[in-house]
């Protein structure tokens, strides 16, 4: 289909360990953003990519999570040393520019035990 | 406080009410964004506005910049509206185009 893809639906893992989650989006947005939301909260943004500008790293909750986006389509989300607190569903949105309409993926459950 | 606040947190309504979820921000905005989120499944844009009013089938938004207020109306509901609606803005200004999100309104409509 032509909408937001992300891989993996699911993921478990255990403490300590390091995850990547992908993010594909629709064909042609500049725009891409990673959210989280976690069990019983609301969403809450990560980071944010506009083309070939420097992203905006503002909500990413520790130097364990990082991100990138290749040629400016296909994003990676990756957490290092998980701990049990990262265990949410993560969020992938893009939009066409900056001031756009987002269209979200289905998201990555991540399972931290 | 939340610089983005929802009410009610949880609404319960019978099929073929006239429904209504509010939203309040603290913050200067750009334009707001109401999402729908079914349980277990993804997140879909219903509106971003401005100003003024949208319409679409029977989903109506509007807003009220000078008051910081935004609603959603849902006429002649149905069981197949139950979802958590979410209510998001953008903060007038800056390079980053990131959302701040309320935290949802359950709602449940009964047969």
């Known amino acids: 289909g032509a909408g937001v893809s992300q891989s993996p639906s699911n993921k478990v893992t255990e403490k300590g360990k390091d995850v990547e989650l992908r993010c594909d989006p629709i064909?042609?947005?500049?725009?891409l953003y990673w959210y989280r939301q976690s069990l019983g909260q609301g969403l809450e943004f990560l980071i944010y990519?506009?083309?070939?500008?420097?992203?905006?790293k503002s909500g990413l909750p520790s130097d364990r999570f990082s991100a990138e986006r290749t040629g400016g389509s296909v994003s990676t989300l990756t957490i290092q040393r998980t701990q049990q607190e990262d265990s949410a569903v993560y969020l992938c949105?893009?939009?066409?520019?900056?001031?756009?309409?987002?269209?979200f993926g289905p998201g990555t459950r991540l399972t931290v035990l | 406080k939340n610089e983005v606040e929802q009410s009610p947190q949880n609404l319960t309504a019978q099929e073929g009410e006239f429904i209504t979820i509010n939203c309040s921000y603290s913050?200067?905005?750009?334009?707001l964004h109401w999402l729908q989120q079914h349980p277990g499944g993804g997140i879909v844009s219903l509106f971003m506005?401005?100003?003024g009013k949208k319409k679409h089938g029977r989903l109506i938004a509007t807003i009220n910049i000078q008051e910081k207020h935004s609603s959603l109306h849902i006429t002649a509901s149905h069981p197949r509206d139950s979802a958590v609606y979410i209510c998001?803005?953008?903060?007038?200004?800056?390079?980053?185009?990131?959302?701040?999100f309320g935290t949802g309104t359950l709602l449940a409509v009964q047969p």
């Open positions: 506005l401005s100003s």
């Open positions: 064909s042609g947005h500049t725009a």
């Open positions: 990519f506009q083309g070939n500008s420097a992203p905006d």
């Open positions: 913050v200067g905005i750009s334009a």
């Open positions: 949105a893009s939009s066409l520019g900056q001031f756009n309409e987002q269209f």
């Open positions: 998001a803005v953008r903060s007038y200004g800056g390079a980053t185009n990131k959302l701040i």
